[in-house]
Each structure stands twice: as structure tokens, then as C-alpha cells.
């Protein structure tokens, strides 16, 4: 074939921006010429950039971005170029490498092949592809991609197209295959197969989707959870600063006042004793002017004129009482005492505030809650080990095995007195102050209930306002023989469940939920409780007669 005039070299057909040959090609008004896609592509660039459009080659520049048309001869003359060089040779991207299925026609070097036929089992290039695109003989073959991993359709063994499926074996195989080997095995086509897979996937699909779009919902309601916690803190802190402003203010006018009373009481005070002093001078300067007079009538010679004058001698003025003026050597001192004390007591507040308000802080709720332990090897992962307290134990029970196990006793014990222990309810606390998850377990012998309490329970009487489960401080758990009964508030709910020797307790303070169970194999849900707690928790134990129980360690 006779090569192309110079003036038709590809190369003045290429375009500057993407060095191919051009496509849709379309010229400026300055006369060069370019990719339609490649030319629109800059200016869309310089147009983000908000720079004047300009043309890539010879930087001249255009008022107005330019409305392109597409060059129909320089089109027609680049698309002759196109089919010249294909038809002249093949381009080295055309021919098979290393990765590359090659055409199983093509002798010498091998061109890639486009598809594969899995009747002839070869692979074809474009060119060797025709007879099977064009001829009746090969409709009914089935052409797929040309990759490497087409060639894995073939069965190895019988050197069959593997167009079968066996459920059995869970594997494609050849006709030959389910009469051979597969004999006897369910066996399908792999159309079927692949129709059924395609259902299972088409569901799977669904499924995912639906998940998708459920995650979308619970990140968007997350989203609003966030802006809920900021807002709501942002507020919170807000808040606090003005009343801790408010305070301060309140604190900063006391002492203004204290100050102001204080100056006040130190003039009058001192007033007073300038007052004193000055009356005292006169009263020092009259007696020397008395003593001088009396020294000249002692110097008088004539003794009638000495009598004369000392019988005109007026008597003398009584002195101020000072010892009633003068107070004792303590005078402002108390003023930094009662002013102590104040600074005690509100440190105190603070500090018990404090506690409350770090509570309160760690107790807001979000919408991620822990689900509650199933199996026990899940529950003993919050297991907490609880001691009792022997400073609460009442008298009439008696405490052992490290302060784990109590037993009723029918004499009373001699245990000290103290403002902590229960007098009358048979009762006792734990040390431990519960908070956030815990759990822990308790054997029993006889009647005996279980509780959790706020440290601030009453201890002293026979009211309600002591015992277990009968005010709003206390919920309570009672095992008896034939049954169960729970108590808070003074309010009873009878549970009926299966007799339990070892009874597990969950709490989830911040949750609020405390759940009682048999500890088995399994465990059994005796009762649960969703309430609210406002306070740090202890674990309680109330005795019966002829009972005892003992904290187990998991």
C-alpha cells in the first residue's frame, strides 16, 4: 500500500491537548483546531478558575466563551486517517500481551482477541470475529468476553463447555460430567442455576438496600441525636454560667456589705475613742493646772493667807470611768470567724452538689443503649464484688465469711453503736457504691430479699421510711418458698417463677433497669424493673428468721 502524502501525516491531525488523533474535532476563530470534549474540558476549567477563555496553542483570548461547531471535512478527513492506519497495521496496543487473551486464528504475532467462543472454544480478534457475527453457521454459538478466566469454563477433563450445574457437588460441570462422575447427583443447566442465583443475589440485593436505606434513616436520626446533646450541653453550660454569675454576684454583694459594715463599725468605733481620748487630755491638762496652784499655795510663807486659800480650793472634778469604756482586746476577730464558717458551709453545698450534678451529667440518656446480657458468661462480665458494710448491719443479724455472709440470729449481737446502722429492720448495706452496669450473685437458705438503696435511707424506726422497698429510696426483692414478691414505694407486685437457691442481680443505674434471675445452666428472668435512678446505689439484704445468704464470687 502506498504511504499517505506528507501533508496527510496523522500527525498534523492531532490534537495538542490529548496528542491523539482529533475526535468530533472542532476549530477557533484564530484557526486551530482541537478535541470537541478536550477543548470544552479546558474552558470548563479556566471557567472554575474564573479566568478569561483562551486558546490552549496560541493563547489568544475570547471576550465571550465561543460556541463550538463541529468541522465536518476535518471530521471526514481524520476518520480516512483512522481506518488508513488500521488498516496499514495494527497499532502495538492491538496486539496480545503477556495479560492478554490472543486470538486463536492469527498466525505470526498474535492481535488481543475481543470475544470467545465457548461452541468453537477460541478465542477471536476482531478481524477473525466476523464469521461469527455476520454468519448463519455460527448463530447459535455463544460468544462471551475474551478474558483468561473464560478458559475456566472448560471442563479439563473431557474437554467439554461446562453449560451444567450440580447442587449436589455445588459445582459447574460438563454434559459429559452428569452421566460420568455426577451420576445419579441433581443436576441442572447452568442457565437454570445461574436464573436461580440470580434470585437469591436479586433478594440479597433488596435486603442490602433496605439496610442501606435503614442506615441512612438512623445516621440522619444520630445526626439530630448530636445536634440534640450539643444544643442541649451548649444550653446546660450556658444556664450555669449564669447562675454561677449570679452566685458569684450574690457572694461579691455580701462582701461588699461585710466590708462596708465592718469600715463603718471601725469609724464609730474609733470616733468614740478619739471622743474619750480628747476628754481625757482636758481632764490631764486640768490637773496639771490644779497641781501647779496647789504647789504655789504649799510655797505661801503667811499662814492666814495659806489658810485664805485653801479654803477657797474647789473641790476637785471625779475622773471618767474608763474601765466601763474599755472593752476586751477582741474586736473584729469574729467577723473572719462567721465568714469561715460561711466558706465551710458553701464548700460543703458545692461538694455535695458536685456529686449530684456529675450524676445527673453521666445519667444523659442517648439513643445508643447496651442491650441486656443473655448467657451468664455475658452477665459475669459486669460482675461487681460486693462487701457488706458492718458499721449498717442491724443487731440481730450476724455477719461473717469477709463480711460476704449473714446469718439471722434470735439473740442480738453486740455490735457499737452507730448513726449508720439499722435499728430495727433486719437489714444491712453494702460498701460499694454502685454505678453504670454491674452484677452479682447470692445464695440463700430460707426467706430473704434482695435490694438496692440510696445511701441516704433512713436507719433509725420501724416506719416504712427504713425498710426495704417501702419508700421511694429502696427497691427490694423478696424470696420466699412459694414465690416472689417486689417492692418499691410501698407498692407490692407479686411474681410467680420457679424456685431459685442462687439468684443473680443485673443493674444498669444509668439505664435504669434492674433485672433479678435463677441462676442455672441458664438463666431464668425472675423480674425485671425499668425505673429511673437518681443517686449512686448500694446493695441491700433483709433477713428472716431461721435464714441466712451469702455473696458469691463468680
Not at 476577730?333 to 452538689?353: G, P, Q, R, S, Y
Not at 461473717?400 to 440470729?409: A, D, G
Request: aromatic share 8%; net charge positive; hydrophobic share 35%.
Amino acid at each position: 500500500m502506498a504511504q499517505a502524502a506528507p501533508h496527510m501525516d496523522p500527525q498534523n491531525f492531532t490534537c495538542s491537548l490529548c496528542l491523539d488523533l482529533l475526535k468530533e474535532p472542532v476549530t477557533t476563530s484564530c484557526g486551530h483546531c482541537f478535541c470537541g470534549k478536550c477543548l470544552q474540558e479546558c474552558w470548563d476549567a479556566e471557567e472554575k478558575k474564573k479566568r478569561v477563555y483562551s486558546c490552549p496553542q496560541c493563547k489568544k483570548t475570547f471576550t465571550t466563551r465561543p460556541v463550538l461547531e463541529k468541522n465536518i471535512i476535518l471530521a471526514a478527513i481524520v476518520e480516512g486517517l483512522e481506518k488508513t492506519r488500521l488498516q496499514a497495521a495494527p497499532a502495538d496496543h492491538c496486539y496480545a500481551g503477556d495479560e492478554d487473551v490472543a486470538c486463536d486464528i492469527c498466525t505470526g504475532r498474535k492481535l488481543k482477541a475481543l470475544k470467545s467462543c465457548l461452541v468453537c472454544r477460541a478465542s477471536y480478534c476482531d478481524s477473525h470475529l466476523q464469521p461469527h457475527l455476520h454468519s448463519s453457521t455460527f448463530k447459535k454459538h455463544k460468544l462471551v468476553e475474551a478474558t483468561p478466566q473464560s478458559q475456566e469454563n472448560i471442563c479439563l477433563r473431557h474437554n467439554e463447555v461446562m453449560e451444567m450445574f450440580c447442587r449436589t457437588d455445588h459445582q459447574t460441570i460438563c454434559h459429559l460430567c452428569s452421566v460420568d462422575e455426577h451420576k445419579g447427583h441433581h443436576t441442572v443447566s447452568a442457565a437454570a442455576e445461574r436464573t436461580e442465583k440470580q434470585r437469591v443475589l436479586e433478594k440479597t440485593r433488596q435486603k442490602i438496600q433496605q439496610k442501606f436505606q435503614h442506615r441512612e434513616e438512623d445516621l440522619k436520626v444520630l445526626q439530630k441525636e448530636v445536634e440534640s446533646i450539643d444544643s442541649s450541653a451548649d444550653k446546660a453550660v450556658k444556664d450555669s454560667e449564669d447562675i454561677f454569675t449570679q452566685i458569684i454576684s450574690l457572694v461579691e454583694k455580701r462582701r461588699s456589705e461585710m466590708h462596708q459594715q465592718v469600715r463603718s463599725t471601725q469609724q464609730a468605733e474609733v470616733s468614740r475613742v478619739k471622743e474619750l481620748q480628747k476628754k481625757m487630755e482636758q481632764e490631764m491638762t486640768e490637773l496639771k493646772r490644779r497641781d501647779a496652784e496647789l504647789e504655789k499655795i504649799l510655797h505661801t510663807l503667811d499662814h492666814s493667807q495659806f489658810l485664805h486659800n485653801f479654803s477657797s480650793l474647789p473641790e476637785l472634778n471625779p475622773l471618767l470611768e474608763f474601765s466601763g469604756l474599755v472593752r476586751p482586746l477582741r474586736y473584729f476577730e469574729d467577723v473572719a470567724a462567721d465568714v469561715t464558717k460561711l466558706k465551710d458551709e458553701i464548700k460543703e453545698v458545692l461538694l455535695d452538689n458536685k456529686s449530684n450534678i456529675s450524676l445527673i451529667v453521666s445519667n444523659v440518656d442517648v439513643l445508643l443503649k447496651v442491650p441486656e446480657p443473655r448467657s451468664r458468661s455475658e452477665f459475669v462480665r459486669y460482675y461487681r464484688k460486693i462487701t457488706l458494710d458492718p458499721n449498717t448491719v442491724n443487731k440481730r443479724l450476724l455477719l461473717s465469711e469477709e463480711n460476704r455472709k449473714v446469718t439471722f440470729m434470735q439473740e442480738a449481737q453486740t455490735y457499737s453503736d452507730h448513726p449508720d446502722r439499722f435499728t430495727d429492720w433486719q437489714q444491712v448495706l453494702s460498701r460499694e457504691k454502685l454505678t453504670g452496669r454491674c452484677y452479682w450473685e447470692f445464695e440463700r437458705k430460707g426467706k430473704v430479699g434482695v435490694a438496692v438503696a440510696y445511701r441516704n435511707i433512713r436507719r433509725a424506726g420501724e416506719s416504712g421510711e427504713s425498710g426495704f422497698g417501702f419508700n421511694d429510696k429502696s427497691w427490694s426483692f423478696f424470696c420466699f418458698i412459694g414465690g416472689y414478691v417486689f417492692h418499691h414505694n410501698n407498692a407490692s407486685n407479686v411474681v410467680t417463677g420457679p424456685q431459685a437457691s442462687r439468684v443473680g442481680v443485673y443493674l444498669d443505674q444509668k439505664a435504669g433497669l434492674l433485672s433479678f434471675y435463677k441462676v442455672s445452666g441458664t438463666m431464668k428472668l425472675l423480674h425485671r424493673v425499668q425505673t429511673t435512678f437518681t443517686q449512686p446505689l448500694h446493695v441491700g439484704f433483709y433477713a428472716y428468721p431461721n435464714s441466712s445468704f451469702e455473696l458469691m464470687k463468680v
